[in-house]
């Protein structure tokens, strides 16, 4: 859930409630309340200070149109109020109808906020993405591709696992393979147990051998 209300005002009310919640994402303008031992993530409406590509320094606005702007995916920046009106202040509603993943705003410019959100477009792509990878994202991609080796392992295995067991996977691996996405230290991830027995499941081992993971049994 998003909210204009600081967290300080957030615990205050929850505390006002007693409502149980935890505070571990307090310095990004989460806290996570607990009802009913279901976790609910209550964030303030925020706008970047300064990012590095791994790590955001946010500040928090009342503005939803500025938190909009933040964020990665026009589809992701889609809100609704509690009656089920929708607020759309970059077109994720015309791209979702026409399945289309795209930036919003500069592609260059987001992935060097984080760059992670180059995984996550091709994650996003093989779910539900129909069109061509725009060319803007293409472009930018050369000089993206050798930041990713600044990401955590974790964030790198948890993107790469979600783009392996969707729908279109062998479809976006080429894709990446083809665009040179496809590096050493993504090829090299070591994924989990759990990981390893979905992939044996869906019988998968075939499919990711022809694209190089040779450690993912």
Excluded: C
């Amino acid at each position: 859930m998003a909210t204009t209300l600081t967290p300080d005002e957030v615990v205050h009310y929850l505390q006002q409630h007693q409502i149980p919640y935890l505070e571990i994402g307090r310095a990004f303008g989460t806290i996570v309340a607990k009802v009913n031992g279901t976790p609910f993530e209550i964030t303030t409406l925020r706008r970047d200070i300064e990012t590095d590509g791994r790590h955001a320094v946010v500040g928090f606005t009342k503005s939803w149109a500025v938190d909009a702007k933040r964020r990665d995916f026009t589809i992701n920046a889609l809100y609704a109020d509690v009656k089920g009106k929708i607020y759309d202040y970059t077109g994720g509603l015309e791209d979702l109808k026409k399945r289309h993943v795209r930036f919003v705003g500069n592609s260059k410019k987001r992935m060097q906020e984080d760059y992670l959100r180059l995984l996550r477009y091709f994650r996003f792509w093989a779910k539900m993405g129909e069109k061509e990878i725009d060319v803007d994202v293409q472009r930018a991609l050369p000089q993206i591709i050798p930041f990713l080796d600044a990401l955590s392992l974790d964030r790198r295995r948890e993107e790469m696992f979600k783009i392996i067991v969707g729908r279109r996977a062998q479809t976006v691996l080429r894709k990446m393979q083809k665009l040179k996405v496809l590096n050493e230290s993504l090829l090299g991830i070591p994924f989990s147990k759990k990981q390893r027995k979905i992939f044996i499941d869906r019988d998968l081992e075939k499919m990711l051998a022809t694209f190089g993971f040779s450690r993912y049994k």
